[in-house]
Structures are given as C-alpha cells and as structure tokens.
C-alpha cells in the first residue's frame, strides 16, 4: 500500500509583545507547535524585536521559522497593510524605515492622548511606555490603559468611543507609501504580500484590482487570502485577484491574543494554509548578488 504523506500545514500572519500581541514571542512559537504547525512566521506591526528569540523557539521546536513583519502603509485615501517575508532585520535600509516609525508612532501616541485629555479622560502615557518597554506602541496599548482606568469597560468600546478610525481620538499615522514599503521590505531580502484585502475599503472591485495591480508592477509578489476578517466571498475575490495579476498566496491567524476581543478566529487559521504556500513564495525571494544567502 502506497503511503500518502500527511499534509502539512503553516501560519504566515502572528503577533507578540513585539508589537500589540499579548504572549512573547517564544509563547506563540509554543502555542503553534501545540497547533502542529509545521513553518510559521511572527509578523509584528513595524517590528522586528522579537524574531531572534521566534527563531529560536520555532527552531527548537521543530517548526521551520520565516522571520516576518507587517508594515503599514499609506495609498491615496487607503492604509494597507503589507506584509514581509524572509527580510534581513540587520538590513540598514529597514532599521532606518523602522526607527522613523517609532518617532512617528511616539508623535501620534503623544497627539491621541492629548485628545483624550480634551475629552476629559487623563492617562498617563509614560506608565504605558514601561509597560511595554520594547515594543511598537500604539492605539490597543492606549486601549489597554484605558480600561485598567475604567475609563472604557472592554477593549471595543475604546476604539468605538475613543480610538476607532471614526472615533473622535483617532490620530493617523505617518506611514510610508505602498511602493516605498515594498521596496524597503525587497531590499532587505524579503517577499511582499498584501495584508488583509478585504479589509480594504475600496468602492469597486477595479479600484481594488487597479491598486492590486498597481503594487505588483512596484514589486509585491503575494496577496494573502486566509485571514479570520476575509469570509468566503471576500477569501475567493482575493484568490482570483492573484490568479489574475499572477501573484502568489499567503495567509494565517493574524493572532495576538487568546479570549478578548482582539482574538481574531478561533487565534490560528481557521482555514488552513498549506506548506506548499510559503515553498512557492521561497521562490520569489529577490536576487540580491551583494548578499550572500
Ligand atoms: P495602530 O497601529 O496603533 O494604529 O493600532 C492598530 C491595531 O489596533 C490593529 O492592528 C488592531 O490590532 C487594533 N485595532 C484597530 N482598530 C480596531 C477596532 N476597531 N477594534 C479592535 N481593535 C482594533
Ligand atoms: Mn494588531
Ligand atoms: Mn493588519
Ligand atoms: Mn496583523
């Protein structure tokens, strides 16, 4: 009798302290080996702090790591969220797009909180900073503060009554445009993919195909298709955007936390993403003849 092998399964999209995921990076290697992942990647927003000790776990753990980030970026009246894969986190070109980042973020931290002060809520923004020394601070560390002071009673409410994009608190930040953030992400070694499309609100499926179109022609190589947010219609729009523009697919949990509200899914894939995914997306690693891999 023939052996089939067993399919093998990955999670491209997590998150840890690093950013505004709850555990620490060896935590949430820990929790996708229980999983039986067999590769994953940490993708912290605008960080690359905790993908020394990712690997490290991931590798003692038998998993197969991808050191990852997730980027925001600016594109006409659009955020978007582009993901990177395989980067170099020593490259000088993506330390220097991540120390402005932080400067950036410190700004718009600084101007929500002066917001919040008008609106009569007074928080004490240098307790968050050591709270969460180390890590890309930004609106749910804001969100967590103001719920251990009672001011909100869950961590919806923050961003409905307070930090949402529509709420009255809400800051923008200074972001990269699309182009700019892809370059930075290929010139560090890394693969692009577009984060969460159908979280994007475009008013047509040709905006959405001509921005699609539009970062593949400065550089991205993937769209990523499994996420929780994405339900079957926006997962199969996804999938037929990369056929179309012969881009490769991504996906994962987009997990950062267990049990609240930011949990997305079930916290992994709830569809699964196969390994045979990131072998194709291996493959697009940009040649860079100054490096040697
Ligand atoms: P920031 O990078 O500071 O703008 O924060 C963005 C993060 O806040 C996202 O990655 C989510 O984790 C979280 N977030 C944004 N909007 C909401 C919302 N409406 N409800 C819950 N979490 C949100
Ligand atoms: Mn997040
Ligand atoms: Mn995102
Ligand atoms: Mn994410």
């Known amino acids: 009798m023939m052996m089939v092998p067993a399919r093998r399964w990955i999670d491209l999209h997590l998150h840890s302290m690093a950013s505004d995921g709850r555990y620490a990076p060896c935590k949430v290697m820990e929790m996708a ?4 992942l067999s590769a994953v990647s940490l993708t912290d927003h605008d960080a690359t702090a905790g993908l020394a000790e990712a690997e490290d776990a991931a590798t ?4 197969e790591f991808v050191p990852g980030i997730e980027m925001e970026a600016e ?3 659009h955020r978007l969220h582009i993901l990177g894969y395989f980067i170099d986190a020593t490259n000088a070109g993506l330390v220097d797009a991540l120390a402005k980042m932080v400067v950036n973020r410190h700004a718009r931290n600084e101007e929500i909180i002066a917001r919040l002060r008008c609106m ?3 928080i004490d923004y240098r307790a968050i900073c050591k709270r969460h020394a180390g890590a890309a601070i930004g609106r749910p560390h804001i969100a967590d ?3 251990r002071q009672r001011a909100v009673s869950s961590f919806q409410q923050a961003f409905s009554r307070y930090l949402g994009n529509e709420a009255p608190a809400y800051v923008p930040r200074v972001a990269p445009t699309g182009a700019e953030v892809i370059r930075i992400i290929r010139e560090a070694g890394g693969v692009a993919s577009l984060a ?3 979280r994007i609100k475009t008013s047509s499926h040709l905006e959405l195909a001509t ?3 539009d970062l593949r022609d400065g550089g991205l190589s993937a769209i990523e298709i499994s996420h929780p947010d994405h339900n079957d219609a926006t997962a199969k729009l996804a999938a037929e955007l990369a056929a179309r523009f012969e881009l490769l697919t ?3 949990s987009d997990f950062h936390t267990l049990g609240t509200a930011v949990t997305r899914g079930t916290g992994f894939a709830k569809r699964r993403v196969p390994y045979e995914w990131l072998e194709r997306l291996r493959g697009e690693r940009p040649v860079n003849p100054l490096r040697p891999t």
């Open 33 to 36: 080996a229980a999983r039986g």
């Open 75 to 77: 594109y006409g009246r």
């Open 60 to 63: 003692q753990l038998g998993m």
């Open 120 to 122: 009569g809520v007074v």
């Open 250 to 252: 991504t996906g994962g």
């Open 145 to 147: 503060e103001l719920i």
């Open 211 to 213: 921005m699609v179109r």
């Open 196 to 198: 969460h499309p159908g």
